[in-house]
Nanobody, 125 residues
Framework: QVQLEESGGGLVQAGGSLRLSCVVY?????????IGWFRQAPGKDLEFVAA????????YYADSVKGRFTISRDNAKNTVYLQMNSLKPEDTAVYSC?????????????????WGQGTQVTVSS
């Protein structure tokens, strides 16, 4: 059984930084999973944030976070990171990571099979 666990969320002032981690347990070899980050703010739909291919060679970002967020992976640690800089109040949401085997756009929730519980990020103005 595959399990994903996020950590690193918290409360930060606008302009600050956080680094989220997503650890994948169980299932097939970690390096074969594409990993995506999504977020959901209260009363809003789930939103794609960033994704990284299984080998780390391809990365994808939502326009709203380009230039501020960086996704990376360490296959030796079964971990994907989301470095978030220059945070804005509108980045406030629950951030979840997801793992998938086959992805075309990398930006659609249905392309991912397993999901973590999420970690809260709150950015104060």
């Amino acid at each position: 059984q595959v399990q994903l666990e996020e950590s690193g969320g918290g409360l930060v002032q606008a302009g600050g930084s956080l680094r989220l981690s997503c650890v994948v347990y169980g299932g097939r070899q970690f390096s074969s999973w594409h990993i995506g980050w999504f977020r959901q703010a209260p009363g809003k739909d789930l939103e794609f944030v960033a994704a990284i291919s299984w080998n780390g060679r391809s990365t994808y970002y939502a326009d709203s976070v380009k230039g501020r967020f960086t996704i990376s992976r360490d296959n030796a640690k079964n971990t994907v990171y989301l470095q978030m800089n220059s945070l804005k109040p509108e980045d406030t949401a629950v951030y979840s990571c997801a793992a998938g085997r086959v992805a075309i756009s990398f930006q659609r929730a249905y392309e991912y099979e397993y999901w973590g519980q999420g970690t809260q990020v709150t950015v104060s103005s």
